[in-house]
């Protein structure tokens, strides 16, 4: 078997007519042109965000959800220790604390019945994260955040076209933000979205996205003189990516079915090894639809990870595993409060995904998955 990689980006076909497009015929390559307009039409119109923004990265987006907060030194941000660290990074950058929680034991999203234990009067604000394109439980989050007045943020990067409630995620907190990045199930290389779906911070978002101008504003023609209003950044998405991303939107059907057809067979062909717990498999409790973003299994122990991992390798499958702790991370320790999280720590050391990506053919999936269970065997 030839190598299988851990991951490879889909091209959905398109890509590089409307580049060609935006390059010569639009003739615009900075951002918020005609592509930009396409693909945030299409998130407004289909998940249904009130308003949504192309951002250079999730980690774009979070970074403004956080100034959009008005996150500061003193506030605290409740936020899963078991995710990416651009999520914590957004909180301490603005010099607010995060206070790290636990994940369930069965989706691996936040705990959503540790959440009251650690509010605090200087408690701003939750930051949930949508692990595996599985939706956190945004019921319950919100009727916590509700009752102490604070804000919640869907970190929905693995999320896209995911849905929790009917209800796509990323489109039910205060906020929510979106990665195309190139392991994400629609992407441009780098990319991502903020979707503003509290009315009261779109104007900002706006300012914020344009460098802390009110540039848009200008564009429209409500305002004859563009100028410095507010803090920013460099936020804008150029028209090149967006040209890359808007054909991927575009074929957002095909790939999701095809994403969630290698979910299934995954599931089907290692189910027996959970039956006889042997290992644990994902999670997707019935009120949420998944968008097939990855599959891994928890092994039994870290050792018999590190020798499934090896053996997988010697088959040329490449299997990976994250994350690192934040609340254990260097910068978590001296930013961060944390009691013990003992589902974090236990799945962190255990954690292995399996080559997920849309070219997976069936040939592949069955070597990965027969490899599998002859280790186990
Ligand atoms: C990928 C990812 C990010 C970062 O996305 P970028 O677009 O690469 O900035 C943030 N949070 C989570 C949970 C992610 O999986």
């Known amino acids: 078997m030839n190598f299988i990689d851990f991951n490879r980006p889909c091209i959905a076909g398109k890509e590089m007519d409307y580049i060609k497009d935006a390059i010569y015929d639009k003739k615009a390559l900075c951002g918020n042109g ?116 604070i804000y919640v943020v869907e970190d929905a990067a693995q999320g896209v076209d995911a849905r929790y409630n009917g209800k796509y995620l990323g489109t039910i907190g205060h906020l929510g933000t979106y990665s195309f990045h190139e392991t994400k199930n629609y992407t441009c290389g780098e990319g991502g979205a903020l979707l503003v779906n509290d009315e009261k911070f779109i104007d900002r978002a706006e300012i914020l996205l344009e460098k802390g101008t009110n540039r848009k504003k200008f564009m429209e023609g409500l305002v004859d003189k563009y100028t410095w209003v507010d803090v920013g950044s460099s936020y804008v998405l150029s028209e090149l990516n967006a040209a890359y991303l808007y054909a991927q939107l575009e074929s957002r059907d095909a790939i999701l079915k095809k994403r969630l057809s290698i979910f299934n067979k995954y599931y089907a062909g290692l189910q027996s090894l959970q039956k006889n717990g042997k290992i644990q498999l994902p999670f997707i409790p019935p009120h949420c639809r998944s968008n097939g973003h990855m599959f891994y299994i928890i092994c039994g122990t870290r050792d018999e990870r590190s020798r499934l991992m090896k053996f997988l390798r010697d088959r040329n499958i490449q299997a990976v595993f994250h994350y690192v702790p934040l609340h254990s991370s260097p910068m978590g320790v001296k930013n961060g409060r944390s009691a013990t999280l003992p589902v974090t720590e236990h799945i962190t050391e255990r954690l292995l995904r399996l080559p997920f990506f849309y070219y997976l053919t069936d040939t592949e999936q069955d070597y990965i998955i027969e490899s599998v269970l002859s280790f186990y065997k």
Do not use: W
């Open 34 to 149: 005609f592509y930009t307009k396409k693909c945030t039409e299409h998130m407004e119109k289909n998940f249904g965000a009130k308003k949504a923004l192309l951002t250079t990265s999730c980690t774009s987006a979070l970074e403004m959800s956080a100034i959009l907060l008005e996150l500061g030194p003193g506030d605290e941000v409740i936020v899963p220790s078991f995710t990416f660290v651009s999520t914590a990074n957004a909180i301490v950058l603005r010099g607010a604390t995060p206070v790290f929680i636990d994940i369930r034991k069965d989706t691996l999203n936040i705990d959503e019945t540790m959440i009251e234990k650690l509010i605090t009067p200087k408690t701003k604000a939750i930051y949930a994260v949508h692990y595996a394109g599985i939706g956190a439980e945004m019921d319950a989050i919100l009727r916590v955040a509700q009752n102490h007045n």
